[in-house]
């Protein structure tokens, strides 16, 4: 008798359902259409498999719904991506230009924040593969694969999703020629406040502007 009601407890458990992709799935969509403002520290991995080379750039990055994000390279070398009002800039200092043109698939760098995050079902298909630590993240780890169909830059996508916040704390984007993009999320702060300038791109005198 104490045997079954140990296992009706461990069924009952609130982590049991969180076993399923779908379950998985829902929690972070909650979580994004929760979401207004999203700020981070990140790492960011490259790897190309061509060549046989791997590079890390690292900085900060801010989200505000809807559609605005920006990310701020610190090194190796600085610049800046912006996206706002579906379109997109890159600013690079070292060669004084910023290059623009309409905002494409810049977004999946940020996939499963925000509200997007509810409709990966329908574009994706979606299984759990494992649970992994992410820094001192405990995480589930899905993979996405395109939908037939459906328009994607990457031939797959994995996030590794907080067990405790149902937020991305790391992505992979992996590219049809098999390089991939691995970008890593720390300190994460969900609906907390940003400047009132924090999406104006501000240019120094001399910037050359690429369309």
Wanted: proline share 5%.
């Amino acid at each position: 008798m104490k045997r079954l009601l140990a296992l009706a407890l461990v069924c009952a458990s609130p982590l049991a359902w969180a076993a399923d992709a779908t379950q998985v799935l829902k929690s972070l969509g909650d979580a994004g259409r929760a979401l207004k403002t999203m700020k981070a520290i990140f790492v960011e991995t490259k790897v190309s498999v061509l060549l046989d080379e791997t590079s890390e750039a690292h900085g900060e990055v801010a989200l505000a719904v809807p559609g605005r994000f920006r990310w701020d390279y610190k090194a190796p070398q600085p610049g800046v991506m912006l996206v706002k009002d579906g379109q997109f800039a890159r600013y690079v200092p070292q060669s004084k230009q910023v290059f623009r043109g309409p905002a494409k698939g810049e977004a999946d760098l940020l996939v499963g924040f925000g509200p997007g995050a509810a409709g990966l079902g329908n574009k994706y298909d979606v299984s759990l593969v494992g649970e992994e630590r992410v820094g001192d993240a405990a995480a589930y780890v899905l993979d996405l694969k395109t939908r037939k169909g459906q328009a994607g830059l990457f031939s797959a996508i994995r996030l590794w999703v907080d067990k405790a916040r149902f937020i991305p704390v790391q992505t992979r984007l992996t590219e049809p020629t098999g390089d991939h993009t691995t970008v890593r999320f720390e300190q994460v702060v969900i609906n907390g406040p940003l400047g009132a300038r924090a999406f104006d791109l501000t240019l120094p005198k001399g910037v050359v502007e690429v369309k």
